[in-house]
């Protein structure tokens, strides 16, 4: 009963540390991009996490920004600007897993449970890195397979098409 309850608490204790770390790391994505501490912005991610939590969807979100920041720093490669379903979300934008020229010109923002009734999410990398990008996601021990011949990243909630964006 005792060890049930001590995993249940590691449990718990792990998600609020993710919570906590996606939150550290969107609101200084938002710094770097020069935004102020309190402006609209950092409200709306607050917002925003705190839904991701509720859907828990914290750790798929540090585990793309894992691999998006992997794939940056060994190949040299970002995901397509304004590409993607993630271009709609603050914190997608200011973790660099999508990316826009203006966060003022940002589209509405969709909510996560309208990406998350999707079931599968579209990230595009440039086409010329898009086979490398695939072979550094399963080098790297993500779980990959293909979805009607597109290379698909499993996440352990959410699905992410690597997608080829053409020039």
């Known amino acids: 009963m ?3 309850k001590n995993q249940n608490r590691k449990q718990e204790l792990a998600k609020k540390n993710a919570v906590e770390s996606l939150r550290f790391q969107t ?9 102020e501490e309190n402006d609209l912005f950092n409200k709306l991610a607050d917002a925003e996490i705190n839904f991701i939590a509720e859907l828990d969807l914290t750790q798929d979100i540090l585990d793309l920004k894992s691999l998006v920041d992997g794939v940056k ?11 993607g379903d993630f271009c709609t979300s603050v914190t997608a934008i200011a973790l660099h ?4 020229p203006s966060l003022d010109r940002m589209a509405m923002p969709v909510t996560w449970r309208e990406l998350i009734d999707k079931k599968i999410l ?7 890195a898009c086979n490398a990008v695939v072979d550094w996601t399963k080098a790297n021990g993500y779980n990959t397979s ?18 080829r964006a053409r020039a």
């Open 146 to 163: 293909t979805y009607l011949g597109r290379p698909i990243v499993k996440l352990s909630k959410i699905y992410v098409i690597i997608e």
């Open 27 to 35: 609101h200084f994505g938002l710094k770097m991009m020069g935004r």
């Open 97 to 100: 897993i999508a990316s826009i």
């Open 122 to 128: 579209t990230m595009y990398y440039p086409e010329d």
């Open 73 to 83: 720093k060994d190949l040299q490669v970002l995901p397509t600007p304004e590409n």
């Open 2 to 4: 005792t060890e049930k």
